[in-house]
């Protein structure tokens, strides 16, 4: 069997300065044998990942304890959030003398508001493309421009960013929810489009022309991360190669769930896989397979599922 990877996988840099941030933390904590370290809900859509740092001492908190779902109203197609004025709900029990990392997706300035009260030392890992959108949703809303969103309704990114605009914001998952939303007349010629920097970039492209129509000016902002793109088109370099394709990553992950669905659309027989225990059978009996990994997927996991392959088809 010859295992063929793929030119681009495996940790972005967002999730590897996350990563980098978490062991840097736990680092401190060793040290200083004082004060506990959290990340902000999972730090990382892969399990050993994650296992390895909270067997390392990595507690996880959840934002619910302080704002429902960031006061966010999911209408239909549509999300509506209420930027500065979210209502903060309960709080967080007192953080004093411990760290709390924000994960690379970001989170809302009520949860960054309730941390701060309870006595957290507050870690931004935020992903330095996703600030630049919280960003843009907080300049352009407060400009009296409609933010449409280009994402997953309830990918924790979205919530970030949506949770940055002062005034109406709208998200939208492919063209059909866009051109329900313009039909909707919800939307003004003071309109900008922004997407989720995991989100697809195809679907992207049909959601912008459909918006275009509509609104011939409005202000579009491609903020999807390049490393999706170059894995997107890897894989697709990838699949002229090979008879099958493994995807290595976090079940959960958004970015790994779109590359196994290009990958079935490629290839004959593809399967997403967490670690090297859940290789199927069928692969074993192949001349050539591929591998790629998501963004969150270290290259310990790659290089235990590309020695498994091997092993398991020369015995």
């Known amino acids: 069997m010859e295992v063929i990877r793929a030119s681009v996988m495996g940790f972005c840099m967002g999730v590897k300065r996350a990563v980098e941030k978490a062991e840097l933390a736990l680092a401190e904590r060793d040290a200083n044998t004082d004060g506990k370290v959290y990340s902000l809900g999972p730090l990382i859509h892969n399990p050993s990942v994650l296992s390895d740092l909270q067997e390392r001492g990595l507690g996880i908190l959840s934002a619910d304890c302080v704002a429902q779902g960031a006061n966010l109203a999911v209408q239909g197609a549509n999300l509506v959030a209420q930027g500065s004025n979210l209502a903060v709900q309960g709080g967080f029990p007192s953080l004093e003398g411990d760290s709390v990392l924000i994960r690379a997706h970001g989170t809302t300035p009520a949860v960054m508001e309730g941390l701060s009260r309870a006595g957290a030392r507050i870690v931004d890992a935020t992903c330095p493309r996703v600030h630049l959108s919280q960003k843009r949703a907080m300049e352009w809303s407060g400009k009296g421009y409609v933010i449409v969103i280009a994402g997953d309704r ?162």
Not at 246 to 275: F, H, M, W
């Open 154 to 315: 309830n990918h924790g990114e979205v919530t970030s960013i949506s949770s940055f605009a002062g005034g109406r914001v709208f998200v939208v998952q492919d063209a059909d929810e866009a051109r329900e939303l313009v039909q909707s007349g919800q939307l003004s010629c003071d309109t900008v489009l922004i997407a989720q920097t995991t989100f697809s970039p195809s679907e992207f492209a049909r959601i912008s022309s459909v918006l275009k129509l509509a609104i011939p000016d409005i202000v579009v902002f491609d903020s999807i991360c390049s490393a999706t793109m170059e894995r997107q088109q890897a894989l697709k370099e990838l699949a002229q190669k090979v008879e099958g394709i493994i995807v290595i990553g976090g079940k959960s992950s958004a970015n790994t769930r779109r590359l196994y669905e290009s990958a079935r659309k490629l290839v004959p027989l593809a399967d997403l896989i967490e670690d090297e225990s859940m290789i199927k059978k069928e692969f074993f009996a192949l001349g050539k397979v591929g591998i790629t990994a998501g963004a969150s997927s270290p290259e310990s996991v790659i290089r235990a599922v590309e020695s498994a392959l091997l092993a398991g088809a020369s015995s």
